[in-house]
């Protein structure tokens, strides 16, 4: 990401450190593993350990939070999870 764009990324999200969200990935019973783990390591920037235990607490508890922050950072997030063909939402 270039610095211009990290440092306007880093800006919105200052101010708007006053509303926490969650974007919250679901189960689902017909995306693999392997797939899931690429989708948060492409669209949330997960490391690859990150995307993997995130992706077992999906499996096992049904849901798990992925990423935090202001909506209008994870809302185009959401989005590409979901056109990805998962289930994400923002809360």
Not at 1 to 6: D, G, R, V
Not at 40 to 62: D, I, M
Request: aromatic residues 4%; charged residues 25%.
């Amino acid at each position: 990401m270039a610095t211009i764009e990290k440092t306007q990324v880093d800006s919105e999200i200052k101010q708007d450190s006053g509303s926490k969200h969650e974007l919250i990935l679901f189960n689902d019973d017909i995306n693999t593993f392997d797939f899931v783990i690429d989708a948060l390591v492409q669209v949330c920037g997960h490391s690859l350990e990150q995307a993997e235990q995130c992706t077992v607490l999906v499996h096992y508890k049904g849901k798990c939070v992925v990423k935090t922050g202001a909506k209008k950072i994870l809302l185009p997030l959401m989005k590409s999870l979901q056109n990805l063909g998962l289930t994400a939402s923002i809360k």
